[in-house]
């Protein structure tokens, strides 16, 4: 065959929106498991004991939710390097010729 | 010996699903068996959920997570962070119950329990209702802004939002007192992050069952994954009697099938349109089927018609397709249950034998001990005392462990008021002469109104060295 031979369909173009819910929805998850287990185990009105400078003015229901945004930062942290690692390695090797991802 | 081949899966037939603009669904109204089984679990489930939070049981809420006073009843029984034992071991029911029931029936969750499934259902009879049938809301999302659509629209979206609300209240009154939140509503003096769950929660509802919908289950879910794992050629799954079914074609009604060549599909794509997911399950098992049997009601219904055997779509399991026997005991199965019956024992077994009672013991910091009368060691403790039982009560304390070792503070029984803790101070003596060294002692604590609650501690005693 002298035509080249079909390509694989270039993966589309797609927006920051995939990669967004990629990196937001399991760390969401992953916040909610870490939220129960740590709240279980520590009351977020000793924070206060913790950290007087930080915490002075921190009830329990906002121990709570700063606790459970800390949890979903740090997992959409390593959501995203996973991401971006994922992402980075595929352009690599297209790039390299090695053929499709 | 060759391994049984795995159940197969088909990929989706469409082309790059992953990550191409969802096409909306209409799913088409539909009636029959599974539709009616699905929408009772949809009333029961709802009902239970906006229902139960406003059931009262002794005084308080009957079912209430109490996180702002970190205490958990459930009915008669409370539970506090202590208790998190008691959590894990439902925790871990629950997804042993999902491993059985998935190995057993397929994803019976998915098609009848799971929150998504049942509040899109609610969704869309709320859009059935303002917008119309499916073929009027596809007219209308392809016409142009008429009044009569923007009516429509208008009037789907409040009760949307307001059915979002409620449920986001609800959630929330899961969490902290219903009816306190509900008075600080009408009051408008919510906290901030009562506020902030509500709304976090109504959104949630909003997004996922107005607008996600099918796209949770086949790109968020995590169950719709590695349910495969936990299926086999016996377990239930809805399935197209190919063999039967093809080749596939239109006839006039009364045509003898077989005679012009023909299987029992008529190929009217029914079983497509009522597919809350989209899917064709005429291409076979694909893991975006949420086994919901909207698409066996609709086949059901066109072969009453055509006056064909009920069944060409139905629930079956694979072995069954190829003319085997389906096997329901079977290894997989028997392991599921003995690790379900395992940790449900454990657990009644953990809450009957359960002492509503906890003693904490923590050595005085400042001295390892103190000579009083000359010839007396005494040895000073912090004691933190907790009482979980619904109802006060008076404790004793007692110690053992070393010869002639004497309480002498708290002179008094201890008393302490339901679901509170108290901190008292208590001091022991011994004789000089046999508390030399350390010991290891114990400290008794007992209801004077129920000896069944005791609990033991264990310290030390520490004297001169010799």
Redesign the interface.
Known sequence: MSASPPKPPEPERRGWGVDVGLVLWPSFLAACAASLLFFAAVDPALLKDAGPRLFADLDREAGYVLGFIFFWVISAVASALSVYLVRTERGRRRSAGSGPP | MTRPPHLKLVPTPE??PF??AAEKIYPREISGRFTRLRNLAVVVLLGLFYGVAWLDWDGHQALLFD??A?KFHIFSLTLW?QD?LY?TLLLIIAALSLFFFTALAGRLWCGYACPQTVWTELFVWIEQWTEGKRSRRMKLDRGPWTAEKVLRKTAKQILWVALAAWTGFTFVGYF?PIRSLGSGIAGLSL?P??T??IFLYGLATYGNAGFLREQVCK??C?YARFQSAMFDRDTLIISYDEARGEPRGPRRRGTAARAAGLGDCIDCTLCVQVCPTGIDIRHGLQYDCIACGACIDACDDVMDKMGSPRGLIRYTTERALHAGVTQVVRPRMLVYAALLALVSGALVYALFTRTPLILDVIRDRNALYREVHGERIENAYSLKVINLDDKPHTYRLAVSGLPGLELTAPAEPIAVPSGSVSNIPARLEAPATAAGGVHRIVLTLTAVDAPRIAVEEKTRFIGPSS
Do not use: E, I, V
């Open positions: 082309p790059a990550y191409a996180l702002p970190r962070p998190f959590l902290t906290g992050w009562s902030f769950w790109y968020m995590p």
